[in-house]
């Protein structure tokens, strides 16, 4: 059973930036599809970004590039860097991981969900 734990989450004000991690219990990073995932309040969960084992990403058109998705220098961890940050990004974000073939935005495959952190962006 693999174990997510979310950190980095906060309040910030719009145009505002925060640097999320997710660390893995096993060796996540280097064997599993991971991402993030976010869900806003009254709203369903969406994707954020995810990444492959050998560092291929993927982002949601929604992002607009001002996310970014990496390896982090702590074994196990993946990071999203947020910049300038919309009131609309406001949600809870979830890191997720799988082990199957192919890795993309479709929540379904992810089998390993963290508890969550929450971000709050201020007008």
């Known amino acids: 059973q693999v174990q997510l734990v979310e950190s980095g989450g906060g309040s910030v004000q719009a145009g505002g930036s925060l640097r999320l991690s997710c660390v893995g219990s096993?060796?996540?990073?280097?064997?599993?599809?991971m991402g993030w995932f976010r869900q806003a309040p009254g709203k369903g969960r969406e994707a954020v970004a995810v990444i492959d084992f050998d560092g291929t990403t993927t982002y949601a058109e929604s992002i607009e590039g001002r996310f970014t998705i990496s390896k982090g220098t702590t074994k196990n961890t993946i990071d999203l860097q947020m910049k300038s940050l919309k009131p609309e990004d406001t949600a809870m974000y979830y890191c997720?991981?799988?082990?199957?073939?192919?890795?993309?935005?479709?929540?379904?495959?992810?089998?390993?969900w963290g508890q969550g952190t929450q971000v709050t962006v201020s007008s």
């Open positions: 997720a991981a799988h082990s199957h073939w192919g890795c993309d935005l479709g929540e379904v495959q992810y089998d390993y």
């Open positions: 096993t060796s996540t990073s280097s064997s599993y599809c």
